[in-house]
């Protein structure tokens, strides 16, 4: 019986290994943290215009061959130039598609009908890990019917989208779509796109509400003007200070205390 009392409270008064938390709200060691620069000049009943440059941070060791995709693509600058073609408030805003790419004057829906079809040459097995959900901010691979379509088209979210989560779809069959980043700054730029007027949703973020079906066109270019790989996330740097050691030494001289007054306590019960 004493011997349980005093496993017990080392038990709960030794420190112990606390776990990782998600990756999706610490950075971690050899992330890449990627720029999608991006400008967005509206012309009559477009609303503001805003540039700036949304940062995420991809989780490579989550999601290794997705996340490998998009960088070589970004290597290659394969995004440099295109638009966001598919534009919906409170939902996504979805790009990568190379022949979503403005010549001149910005395309008009009808004279764009392949825009939103294409993609890059080879396709990517469906990822999915439980610690990656499709919070605000997240960014996912679009894909077709096929989970295993994926090329380089993706999407980042405008405020948390559970439905799209793998094991939260309506069919069996389906399973989900896969995230493998998160915007770590920026996230305005990303509410500010999403808000902008589309084919489906003539005053943007406004009181009209949006007509379902359609391409979801912007009316104006949302238009990224480059995406790059900024660094790594480097491994932190921990220094143990003096006042660190010292509540380490508090805690340990607590629990010690507190073991000694549990066996005077089991000793007097026993007496």
Not at 20 to 27: F, K
Not at 109 to 118: F, H, M, N, R, Y
Request: aromatic letters at 8%; charged letters at 20%; a negative charge.
């Amino acid at each position: 019986m004493r011997v349980a009392i005093l496993l017990t409270m080392i038990l709960l008064f030794t420190p112990g290994t606390v776990a990782d938390a998600s990756p999706m709200e610490n950075s971690h060691e050899g992330n890449p943290i990627v720029v999608i620069n991006l400008t967005y000049e509206s012309g009559i009943g477009g609303g503001d215009e805003f540039h700036g440059e949304i940062v995420l941070e991809l989780f490579l060791n989550w999601a290794p061959i997705t996340v490998t995709n998009f960088v070589d693509l970004v290597n290659q600058s394969f995004y440099d130039g295109i638009y966001f073609h598919r534009i919906i408030d409170d939902f996504v805003i979805q790009s990568g598609d190379p022949d979503c790419k403005a010549s001149g004057v910005y395309p008009v829906p009808i004279s764009d009908a392949s825009c939103g079809e294409g993609g890059s040459s080879e396709t990517i097995p469906f990822e999915a890990d439980a610690n990656l959900t499709h919070i605000n901010g997240a960014i996912g691979m679009a894909r077709g019917l096929d989970p295993d379509s994926a090329t380089s088209q993706f999407y980042i979210c405008d405020g948390p989208q559970h439905g799209l989560d793998n094991g939260n779809r309506t069919q069996e069959d389906d399973p989900g779509y896969a995230v493998f980043g998160v915007v770590r700054e920026g996230i305005e730029l990303v509410q500010a796109a999403a808000g902008v007027p589309t084919t489906n949703d003539a005053d943007g973020d406004g009181s009209i509400p949006r007509v379902p079906g359609g391409p979801d066109r912007p009316l104006y270019e949302v238009h990224i003007n480059s995406i790059t790989i900024k660094e790594y996330v480097s491994a932190p740097v921990v220094e143990k200070t003096d006042e660190e050691g010292l509540s380490g030494l508090s805690l340990s001289v607590s629990a010690l205390s507190i073991i000694l007054t549990a066996i005077a306590l089991s000793r007097k019960m026993n007496s």
